[in-house]
């Protein structure tokens, strides 16, 4: 099975500074990326994804993520966060090989404070 | 607007009992998902479904039944078989079109009391 592990489960961050969320997955000769957003009681909601082409993805609300296959990473970043971006995001990748099935990460918290 | 619908939103259980969650798609998806969230685990895969009629076990499908009757609806069963039922679930679809990604339902919240 495919493993996704986010490397923190929680990170709080001030107003307009940058953040980056980590990502790693077991290593598979073909995968695509998903990152998604989930606020509180609510379903997830796909923020970008890798599939094929450029390794630097841009996604809704202003963040981007890159794929760095030699480190098998898909990091998220935002420049300047916002108070709204406080929420719980998750880390997802599918096997090339097993298309349709989505596997996790734990996800981390990110929490922004005034 | 085309999209995923869970119901009900909140639903309280006593031991012992059955309970079905529904999920209900219109984006014309082939494949749906049920997942369990926990805090701090992620998202578990339940079963999903690839077509009508058909169905697969995911990594905690114990406890659990589901049907695929029609396209449209996957409803999920939490038999009394189910030692730790209370969680959150979500449902998603994904299908030609979707471009590989998931579409989520806003989740039913489940408190066995």
């Known amino acids: 099975a495919q493993s996704v592990t986010q490397l923190d489960s929680q990170v709080p961050v001030f107003e307009e500074a940058p953040v980056e969320l980590r990502c790693n997955y077991s290593s598979s000769v073909s995968v695509y990326l998903f990152w998604y957003v989930q606020y509180p009681n609510q379903g997830l909601q796909l923020l970008l994804k890798y599939l094929s082409g450029s390794t630097l993805v841009k996604g809704i609300n202003g963040f981007e993520a890159e794929f760095n296959k030699s480190q098998t990473s898909f990091h998220l970043r935002k420049p300047s966060v916002h108070i709204s971006d406080t929420a719980e995001y998750f880390c997802a990748v599918m096997r090339g090989s097993t298309l349709g099935r989505l596997y996790f990460g734990r996800g981390t918290q990110l929490t922004v404070w005034p | 607007d085309g999209g995923i619908t869970q119901s009900p939103k909140y639903l309280f259980r006593k031991e012992g009992q059955n309970v079905t969650l529904s999920c209900e798609q219109n984006?014309?998806?082939?494949?749906m998902y049920w997942y369990r969230q926990d805090p701090g685990q992620g998202l578990r895969l339940i079963y999903y479904?690839?077509?009508?009629?058909?169905?697969q076990k995911g990594d905690i499908a114990e406890g659990y039944s589901v049907s695929r009757e029609k396209k449209e609806s996957f409803p999920l069963t939490v038999t009394s078989a189910q030692k730790n039922p209370t969680a959150f679930y979500l449902c998603?679809?994904?299908?030609?079109?979707?471009?590989?990604?998931?579409?989520f339902g806003s989740g039913t919240r489940l408190t066995v009391v």
């Open positions: 479904s690839q077509i009508v009629n058909d169905f």
């Open positions: 998603a679809s994904s299908g030609e079109g979707s471009n590989y990604g998931y579409t």
């Open positions: 984006l014309n998806h082939d494949a």
